[in-house]
T-cell receptor
Framework: GQQLNQSPQSMFIQEGEDVSMNCTSS?????WLWYKQDPGEGPVLLIA?????ELTSNGRLTAQFGITRKDSFLNISASIPSDVGIYFC???????????FGTGTRLQVTL | NAGVTQTPKFQVLKTGQSMTLQCAQD?????MYWYRQDPGMGLRLIYY???????DKGEVPNGYNVSRLNKREFSLRLESAAPSQTSVYFC????????????FGEGSWLTVV
């Protein structure tokens, strides 16, 4: 099935540092979504992107829909301990009913 | 704000036993989904229901059945549980089958021994 490659798989950073992660696909998507999952919880939507080149922010988080429509990027500025969790990208092709999820980036923040 | 509610939260089954995971959403969404999450695999779609009265296979449907009972409820059934079905299961919903964001329940941790 369709696969999204998400990198890095895990990150250990210090509080206050900026974080960058990305997601790439072999297929073109027309929607990119970024989710965060806290331990023991379901994923929660962070940012939704609907147009190639779109740059959208949500507080300290900024995500971009790649121009090629085959990739997306998420940046977190000035990380804090509550940023800890797993971040997932998800993409949708055309008007398909299904979303394809990346394998996740596990973020650990140290004081 | 209940959103997407799924039960049970935790379950241990013996190999061969059957069980049903229940899911309900109170957002009047048309589309509902069941995913499983395994370490290093991300979220994989088991089955989905684009609208009331329809169900379709996802990426990993083998060993599962679903029922879209009404617009609110979408259940996932394991007829004969296998250790390979040990996983965390997430129900999700969204307003339309395309173009809108998807909302997840809190997950059901299933262990098959």
């Amino acid at each position: 099935g369709q696969q999204l490659n998400q990198s890095p798989q895990s990150m250990f950073i210090q509080e206050g540092e900026d974080v960058s992660m990305n997601c790439t696909s072999s297929s073109i998507f027309n929607t990119w979504l970024w989710y965060k999952q806290d331990p023991g919880e379901g994923p929660v939507l962070l940012i939704a992107l609907y147009k190639a080149g779109e740059l959208t922010s949500n507080g300290r988080l900024t995500a971009q829909f790649g121009i090629t429509r085959k990739d997306s990027f998420l940046n977190i500025s000035a990380s804090i301990p509550s940023d800890v969790g797993i971040y997932f990208c998800a993409g949708q092709i055309g008007t398909a009913s299904k979303l394809t999820f990346g394998t996740g980036t596990r973020l650990q923040v140290t004081l | 704000n209940a959103g997407v509610t799924q039960t049970p939260k935790f379950q241990v089954l013996k190999t061969g036993q059957s069980m049903t995971l229940q899911c309900a959403q109170d957002m009047n969404h048309n589309s509902m989904y069941w995913y499983r999450q395994d370490p290093g695999m991300g979220l994989r779609l088991i089955y989905y229901s684009a609208s009331e009265g329809t169900t379709d296979k996802g990426e990993v449907p083998n060993g599962y059945n679903v029922s879209r009972l009404n617009k609110r409820e979408f259940s996932l059934r394991l007829e004969s549980a296998a250790p390979s079905q040990t996983s965390v299961y997430f129900c999700a919903s969204r307003l339309q089958a395309s173009g809108n964001t998807i909302y997840f329940g809190e997950g059901s941790w299933l262990t098959v021994v």
